[in-house]
């Protein structure tokens, strides 16, 4: 029984049973304010999971945006506005001259729905290439190309390994060869490379640039476009730049955007070449009810302005590296640690049974996140062993924020371990 057991069952019997919760004791917050979540009784989390509300639970800023164009006008994007024209133009100023069109949808599944669907129109192929964890949404297409779900992989998709930079580097590129040269011997040809900045589902990994470029020239070589998932690794998440395929020192044909744009308010995005762009939209239409209506356009604007004006891109690189060490500190005296990765405020810690065998310890990892919520600090875990602590907060993280994750992960794994 659970504190909250009728609530759960209320739950199950009015969503049914395909939504999951988090914890083995549900959270139930009533209030959300910068880094923290309150529950009724006034308990306060850290939050230390949610790059959704990357400026921090209910920014000011971004709920004043929102009231007021909500109390104006909201419409769609078949009348005139101005607020999607501002905000393309700061938006696309943020990319690669080359990346000068802005599609907008309400999720981050929508948005690489769109991708796979440009993807496919311009290569005239239909083969999409995803690492073999990944998550990239939940349309029935992009279902498809998000293995970690559990559907199935169709005869439109090839999985290939994710760049493991601990067990296994560099192998992901020899089969992603053998993959691209099989499909060849099949007179087949892929329509599109679809990765995530930091492979957040396969269990964070940051591999050399020169990896990445390798794998986005085979494909685009053999006929494919490379379609660069931002929706968890952009807006300033990994410090150094303000989008995760920068790390990787090339540019994408497309790239997709979700969870922080709007923090917490349903906007996403697609950026794409306009010469691709121009291809697909003489032959096909899209519409998005919702995508890009004036209210979703000021929330997002007002995301960029809090970014800027709290320098929360400077923030996540200074704080990231500050976590950083402290989680080496932690591998010191930790053996369960088997390896500490990322990039700004998103960090994987791969626990493993020993430093020999690397057996991953998943039972372990459920122990140590639902331990740290006891103890008042969310994170998750990730990967497909589920044995990679998921460490990303908002880009608002202090350095007090930081050290109460890391002396909390201290006490929890001296406990469990
Ligand atoms: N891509 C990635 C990398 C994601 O993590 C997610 C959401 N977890 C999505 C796409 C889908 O975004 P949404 O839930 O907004 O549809």
């Given at each position: 029984m659970t504190e909250h057991s009728a609530l759960i069952q209320r739950r199950q019997r009015l969503l049914g049973r395909s939504?999951?919760?988090?914890?083995?004791?549900?959270?139930?917050?009533?209030?959300?304010?910068?880094?923290?979540?309150?529950?009724?009784?006034?308990?306060?989390?850290?939050?230390?999971?949610?790059?959704?509300?990357?400026?921090?639970?209910?920014?000011?800023?971004?709920?004043?945006?929102?009231?007021?164009?909500?109390?104006?006008?909201?419409?769609?994007?078949?009348?005139?506005?101005?607020?999607?024209?501002?905000?393309?133009?700061?938006?696309?100023?943020?990319?690669?001259?080359?990346?000068?069109?802005?599609?907008?949808?309400?999720?981050?599944?929508?948005?690489?729905?769109?991708?796979?669907?440009?993807?496919?129109?311009?290569?005239?192929?239909?083969?999409?290439?995803?690492?073999?964890?990944?998550?990239?949404?939940?349309?029935?297409?992009?279902?498809?190309?998000?293995?970690?779900?559990?559907?199935?992989?169709?005869?439109?998709?090839?999985?290939?390994?994710?760049?493991?930079?601990?067990?296994?580097?560099?192998?992901w590129l020899q089969q992603l060869r053998q993959v691209l040269d099989q499909m060849a011997a099949e007179g087949l040809r892929p329509a599109a490379l679809m990765?995530?900045?930091?492979?957040?589902?396969?269990?964070?990994?940051?591999?050399?640039?020169?990896?990445?470029?390798?794998?986005?020239?085979?494909?685009?070589?053999?006929?494919?476009?490379?379609?660069?998932?931002?929706?968890?690794?952009?807006?300033?998440r990994t410090g150094d730049d303000f989008w995760g395929f920068c790390r990787y020192q090339l540019v994408p044909d497309l790239v997709t955007l979700g969870k922080p744009m709007g923090n917490g308010h349903p906007v996403a995005g697609l950026v794409a070449r306009s010469d691709l762009l121009d291809l697909f939209g003489e032959r096909q239409r899209y519409f998005n009810t919702f995508g890009g209506n004036p209210v979703s356009c000021c929330a997002a604007a007002a995301v960029l302005d809090v970014i800027e004006s709290e320098h929360l891109q400077v923030n996540a690189r200074i704080q990231g590296q500050r976590l950083g060490r402290q989680l080496n500190d932690l591998a010191q005296r930790h053996e369960v640690i088997g390896d500490i990765r990322g990039a700004g405020l998103f960090y994987g810690v791969e626990l493993v049974k020993d430093r020999n065998s690397l057996a991953p310890a998943t039972a372990l990892a459920s122990r140590v996140v639902n331990g740290m919520r006891e103890a008042g600090v969310l994170i998750s875990a990730t990967g497909p062993d589920a044995n990679v602590l998921k460490i990303r907060p908002p880009l608002v993280f202090t350095a007090e924020h930081v050290e109460l994750l890391s002396d909390t992960l201290d006490q929890v794994l001296t406990r469990l371990s």
């Open positions: 939504y999951r919760l988090f914890y083995q004791q549900p959270l139930y917050p009533v209030k959300g304010e910068g880094v923290w979540l309150y529950e009724a009784d006034g308990k306060r989390y850290l939050d230390a999971y949610n790059n959704v509300v990357s400026v921090g639970h209910c920014h000011p800023r971004v709920v004043e945006a929102i009231c007021q164009q909500a109390a104006q006008l909201n419409t769609h994007t078949r009348y005139l506005h101005d607020s999607i024209l501002d905000y393309a133009e700061r938006l696309l100023a943020l990319f690669p001259d080359v990346l000068n069109n802005l599609t907008l949808t309400c999720s981050g599944s929508e948005a690489n729905d769109l991708a796979l669907r440009i993807a496919r129109e311009v290569t005239g192929n239909r083969i999409a290439l995803v690492t073999r964890w990944a998550y990239h949404g939940t349309t029935s297409s992009i279902a498809e190309l998000s293995p970690s779900l559990g559907v199935g992989v169709s005869d439109q998709v090839r999985l290939i390994d994710a760049p493991d930079t601990f067990r296994a580097p560099g192998q990765m995530d900045g930091l492979f957040s589902s396969d269990g964070i990994f940051s591999p050399p640039a020169a990896e990445i470029q390798q794998a986005v020239n085979w494909v685009r070589q053999a006929g494919g476009v490379y379609i660069a998932d931002e929706v968890q690794s952009g807006f300033a």
